[in-house]
């Protein structure tokens, strides 16, 4: 059980590295709100961009972030502590109704997703570029984001 | 109502628009502009404006507040509030000598700013301040109208006993015309949501007006058009945030420090709510007529055009809100009971939009008219104030 959400960034950001490699940024400032961590894969010149917004309770302060993240994203995640994912999953509609992911994630780095949201052009074509130009250089390596959306 | 802009960084903007017909004239900030630019300033510009002297703090030369002859320092170097009791006559003097200077509409009687107002501030106020102005202008005889410029804290809203201590200091002078209304604000939110804060404002303004005061209200934002069903004479439209909404700290050299730029919004008369742009962009990507939610004026083609970058320096929205907001002020209908009616109807009005705009996008909380309904229920609270008696 986590206790602070510096504690749940943590577990989540070896998470990230052990799943889906160590290409993301984090707590990236200068977009649309600043999210906990962005995720990136490049294939082809092709860059698809995850957002993820921890929270340990909250959802809909963090469905709100999490659709500023549709901005710059091809997907936004709002991840709750396990203990209180309840209250988002009895409003799943309204991730639904705005394509946000919802995962839940604990300690033991048990990350579930509740609702699979599709990929899709983000909104703002300057942050876009804003975001492609930062990790254009990037050589980290990535694994494939598939399992993040439906 | 007249709509004033309350000048300050990139007063450019201000006296551009009202060069163009947009407001009724300009309300000038010391700390932004040096005193020999605003009396090299044509006469038209000053003639239906006023000065914002901006004592608030004695001794913080912050800007280009120490070009007027009567800044405090340029009398004696700290001053500090004891030198008042040597200084406070020849300070009025130079305070009214140079407005009279510049041949603005109004005179008006600066005041100072405390966190936490001291027992003595009212009598303090009217030794240093209000009699030595009075007593100059008498002298010489001057006839022009004449604003007490009065700061108002929360505290003086909310609690009654106080509230009547200010408003009874207020309307106790002989001589002064109306007042210069700057309401405190606090709030972290861009609009004001706190029920009894706002209900209170429009009490305050509505004895003022009942006391046969001039009541021109400093630091708007979209509030104003709330306050004027209590029927001040004139509200304020500013540029950057800081002239919205009063914080001590725009006359603090603190803050120079590092701070973060705002996000560039929009406001629109539809919605009653500035909108930040990367929401817009969301709706241009999802709403196709997204366009209807925002007014026409000369500079919505541009800033609606894919190559226009947004940012909160660019002039164009600040332009675009001046033109827009002084419309809807102007169309406000002058009888009370009417404007009350046209408000509360405008107030429905966005909240459908903003239902429809929620279809699909989803807003935070500065951006979502959460403030629309608050706004409703303070004005039919004040409207059983009205019919109570």
């Given amino acids: 059980m986590f206790t602070t959400e510096q504690q749940m960034s943590i577990m989540f950001e070896k998470f990230l590295k052990e799943n889906f490699g160590n290409s993301y940024l984090k707590e990236c400032q200068g977009l649309f709100g600043i999210p906990d961590f962005v995720y990136y894969t490049k294939q082809d010149k092709e860059v698809s961009i995850v957002s993820f917004e921890l929270k340990l309770k909250d959802w809909k302060r963090a469905a709100k972030q999490a659709f500023r993240y549709k901005s710059f994203s091809n997907i936004a995640y709002v991840v709750l502590a396990s203990k209180s994912a309840n209250a988002a999953i009895n409003n799943i509609e309204l991730f639904e109704k705005y394509n946000i992911g919802l995962a839940k994630f604990d300690s033991n780095k048990e990350f579930e997703i509740l609702h699979k949201p599709k990929a899709s052009k983000p909104y703002s074509d300057d942050l876009s570029q804003k975001i492609v130009s930062t990790i254009s250089a990037s050589r980290k390596r990535s694994k494939s984001i598939a399992t993040l959306s439906c | ?389």
């Fill in chain 2, 1 to 389: 109502m007249k709509v004033f802009h309350q000048t300050g960084y990139r007063d450019k903007w201000n006296i551009e628009s009202y060069q163009k017909g947009v407001g009724d004239g300009l309300v000038f900030s010391p700390v932004n502009i040096d005193a020999d630019k605003l009396l090299a300033l044509d006469e038209s510009i000053k003639k239906t404006g006023f000065l914002d002297p901006q004592l608030y703090l004695l001794n913080e030369p912050k800007g280009t507040l120490h070009t007027y002859p009567y800044f405090p320092g340029n009398l004696k170097p700290d001053f500090t509030t004891p030198d008042l009791d040597d200084s406070h006559i020849h300070l009025a003097k130079l305070c009214i000598d140079f407005q009279l200077q510049n041949k603005f509409q109004y005179l008006v009687i600066p005041t100072r700013y405390f966190e936490d107002y001291p027992s003595s501030y009212f009598v303090q106020s009217t030794d240093y301040f209000v009699t030595p102005f009075c007593d100059y202008l008498f002298k010489k005889s001057i006839d022009k109208k004449v604003l007490l410029s009065v700061i108002v804290k929360s505290i003086m809203l909310s609690d009654e006993e106080k509230r009547n201590e200010v408003l009874n200091w207020i309307t106790g002078h002989q001589g002064i015309d109306g007042v210069y209304l700057i309401f405190e604000n606090n709030f972290s939110s861009k609009q004001i949501k706190d029920f009894e804060y706002l209900l209170n404002a429009l009490k305050f303004i509505k004895i003022l007006k009942d006391n046969e005061m001039e009541v021109h209200i400093g630091y708007c934002n979209t509030e104003a058009l709330l306050y004027s069903i209590a029927m001040p004479d004139s509200i304020t439209v500013g540029s950057y945030e800081n002239l919205r909404s009063f914080g001590i700290k725009r006359f603090q050299d603190s803050e120079n420090g590092p701070m973060r730029s705002p996000n560039a919004r929009l406001y629109s008369t539809k919605l009653l709510q500035w909108v930040e742009y990367q929401y817009i962009q969301a709706m241009k990507k999802l709403i196709p007529d997204y366009e209807k939610f925002f007014d026409d004026s000369e500079f919505k083609p541009l800033m609606f055009t894919p190559d226009f970058k947004w940012h909160f320096n660019k002039s164009e929205p600040y332009k675009h809100y001046f033109f827009v907001f002084n419309n809807q002020i102007k169309q406000l209908p002058h009888s009370q009971i009417e404007r009350i009616e046209m408000l509360k109807g405008s107030i429905k009005n966005a909240l459908k939009l903003f239902t429809d705009i929620e279809n699909v996008v989803l807003l935070n909380d500065d951006s979502n008219g959460s403030h629309l309904s608050t706004w409703f229920n303070v004005i039919n609270a004040f409207k059983k104030e009205l019919s109570l008696e």
